[in-house]
């Protein structure tokens, strides 16, 4: 049986996640692609405020975009306690622009007692090209989830 946020998850496929509790995500505006208990897409609009001063998607709006939705398939893993990120390490290969649409896609590569590892990837969908590559761990703390 899937848990409770699996499934409000799958519930925005096609959508803006607008049921993020984070103002930053909602600012953002990510739409969901797909969903699966071990890996996530999203969709993101580069928008002008999203830029650099040389028109390229900015690299700490890709790290964001990257962190945010290991942050949701951590949440969707359905645990107990909360996993901050402990790192994030991004390598950039090629330039997306305003009005492009890239697609991050996340994967659940270990869940262990006390660090999880995920991969991402993030593709520009207007011309196939990697953007970027990351891969983070989370830590478990005693906050425990509140929803």
């Not at 478990?140 to 989830?145: E, H, M, N, P, Q």
Request: overall charge positive; aromatic content about 10%; hydrophobic content about 45%.
């Amino acid at each position: 049986m899937e848990n409770k946020r699996l499934q409000l998850l799958k519930a925005f496929i096609g959508k803006p996640f607008s049921g993020s509790p984070s103002p930053f995500a909602k600012w953002l505006n990510g739409t969901v692609v797909s969903v699966n208990d071990k890996s996530i897409e999203f969709k993101f609009i580069v928008r002008k405020e999203m830029t650099n001063p040389a028109g390229m998607l900015h690299g700490g709006v890709i790290s964001s975009m990257i962190d945010d939705c290991i942050g949701v398939n951590f949440m969707i893993l359905g645990l107990e306690n909360f996993y901050p990120t402990i790192n994030l390490n991004v390598d950039f290969f090629n330039p997306a622009f305003e009005n492009d649409t890239v697609l991050v896609k996340t994967e659940l590569i270990k869940l262990g007692k006390t660090i999880i590892n995920f991969n991402a990837v993030v593709i520009n969908q207007n011309n196939g090209k990697l953007v970027a590559r990351a891969s983070s761990n989370l830590a478990v703390s005693s906050t425990k989830i509140p929803f």
